[in-house]
């Protein structure tokens, strides 16, 4: 491994490039905003009309001088990144950027994610490519970042996927006391033939009136549990993690090597829930490549980035490795500090910090620890390498579901009015652009595989990387379509973060990985 890659490992991809220039579109004011009805707050997204922003205080303080351009911060999002971006952007001046509480009169839209009204965005005014919004999240990145829909999608859309998500099981719905197609007096609920079919073993509910579900996701639901229930019979010696399908910062996780443990805890959650809970379980990584101190596992938070369209996918070159507080043990399974490397509960173990500031070590310390435990691995072409593979797959994989480009179906379902709408024929692009960042979770094991344990839709960002891994955000999405809104003004954030960058040698930056 090359001395370099103890400081910075370089990465055999395209670098983002950078829009420096002012070109001429710059020289001329710009192009007037087409403003409908501003959305509705019902949207989930929309500003409140209370809110006073920055752009409309402007309007009065300055009104012959119009910004070059505006952008929208939903008062929901409560996301770091486009906290930072937003102060980023308004870094640049009065005249530049300007926050405005009219998302359909912006340039770039940073929405809540849960909260983003697609409909209306589809159905804004054609712009010229040039100048059609930008927007932070795709409409079904849910399928990817939910543990759930994540487990079965990639099941189905990778032939591969067993070579780098370990064998997993998506249950829950079969257990809910209320899933059921019709009702209990033409048919009996699902926990009652789960009991047939396991033999009654178990002290599953039965809800009196149940509500209606779709029988085939109930059945398939129940051959899941069938499923893994063989697949633990079949390999007493595995150990597997049980994780909620929506969960978050450790909660509800458990490891354990009992089929009547998983069965009786995913009931339990579902007895009193007024939805179906989901739950993931997954066999359990028990040879990790383990860290000095103590032998410590840890597990690998890379930031990926999608724009579409086109459909490219950037890596960011540097990732936060959170590790353990306390020393691998395979036989004390509830001892989470020796399993889960979760900030949100490694925090509280008394040994918290000892080995690492905040239980984070960055790729140059990880690439200092192979160094010494396999001298001949070179980071870059045998460990970032299969990181960067496994989210190129993943995001083809749902390529279908992300793309902006308005498809044939959805084209054809839209009025023929309606931007992107077709009303029965071909396809048409839709009037934006999407943009997001997803936070990838891997294990590495003991052979130096990678593994992909989850994906995050709103990821954290460690605090050392936030503002290199922003900054290169607009740099590569923001500033080549809107130059004229950086022409100058956001040299000293740059030198700002370079600064900061330069004092230890490591530089974070995206890295386009696809297409080559």
């Keep these: 491994m090359a001395a370099s890659a103890l400081q910075s490992h370089a990465v055999n991809t395209t670098p983002a490039t950078t829009a420096e220039t002012t070109d ?87 929405g809540d994610r849960f909260g983003l009204a697609y409909e209306q965005l589809r159905a804004l005014p054609p712009r010229d490519e040039e100048s059609k919004p930008l927007v932070n999240y795709f409409q079904g990145s849910h399928r990817l970042t939910l543990k759930g829909s994540m487990t079965k999608l990639l099941r189905d859309a990778c032939p591969d996927v067993n070579a780098f998500l370990p064998a997993s099981f998506v249950i829950g719905l079969s257990l809910h006391p209320k899933s059921t197609e019709t009702t209990t007096a033409q048919r009996p609920g699902p926990p009652a033939r789960l009991l047939a079919r396991l033999g009654g073993r178990f002290d599953l509910p039965v809800d009196p009136a149940p509500q209606p579900t779709r029988r085939r996701d109930v059945e398939a639901d129940a051959a899941e549990l069938v499923a893994l229930e063989r697949a633990m019979t079949a390999n007493p010696a595995f150990m597997w993690i049980v994780k909620p399908s929506s969960g978050s910062k450790g909660a509800g996780i458990f490891i354990t090597q009992s089929f009547e443990a998983i069965v009786t805890a995913v009931a339990k959650a579902n007895a009193d829930a007024e939805r179906p809970v989901l739950y993931v379980v997954q066999r359990y990584i028990d040879r990790p490549y383990l860290l ?55 925090q509280h173990a008394d040994s918290y910090g000892a080995a690492e500031q905040g239980n984070e070590m ?101 605090k050392r990387w936030l503002e290199p891994l922003v900054l290169s955000t607009i740099e590569t999405v923001v500033a080549p379509r809107f130059p004229c809104g950086f022409a100058g003004q956001f040299a000293p954030v740059k030198a700002r973060v370079a600064e900061a960058t330069a004092l230890d040698g490591e530089s974070g930056r995206w890295m386009k990985v696809f297409p080559h």
């Design 24 to 110: 001429a579109r710059c020289s001329a004011s710009p192009s007037a905003a087409i403003v409908p009805t501003p959305p509705s707050s019902s949207s989930g997204d929309a500003s409140s009309s209370s809110t006073t922003h920055d752009a409309d205080e402007a309007a009065i303080m300055a009104p012959n001088v119009a910004p070059f351009h505006q952008y929208y911060l939903s008062d929901k999002v409560r996301f770091s990144v486009y906290d930072t971006m937003h102060e980023m952007l308004q870094s640049t001046g009065r005249h530049n950027w300007q926050r405005s509480s009219r998302m359909d009169a912006c340039q770039v839209i940073l």
């Design 292 to 346: 000095a101190p103590g032998g410590r596992k840890f597990d690998v938070r890379i930031w990926a980035m999608l724009v579409s369209p086109p459909y490219d996918i950037y890596v960011f070159d540097q990732g936060s490795c959170r590790t353990a507080s306390m020393s691998y043990d395979a036989a004390k399974l509830d001892d989470l500090y020796r399993h889960i490397t979760n900030h949100d509960l490694q």
């Design 362 to 462: 960055w790729f140059s310390g990880l690439c200092l620890q192979l160094s010494r435990t396999h001298p001949t691995v070179d980071f870059d072409a045998e460990v970032f390498s299969k990181m960067t593979s496994i989210i190129v797959k993943t995001l083809r994989a749902a390529e279908d579901l992300l793309r902006v480009d308005v498809s044939s179906a959805v084209s054809a379902a839209l009025p023929p009015g309606a931007a992107g709408g077709s009303g029965g024929g071909g396809s048409s692009a839709a009037p934006y652009r999407g943009f997001q960042i997803f936070g990838y979770d891997l294990m590495v094991d003991s052979d130096l595989n990678c593994h992909l344990l989850e994906i995050n839709g709103s990821p954290g960002v460690a």
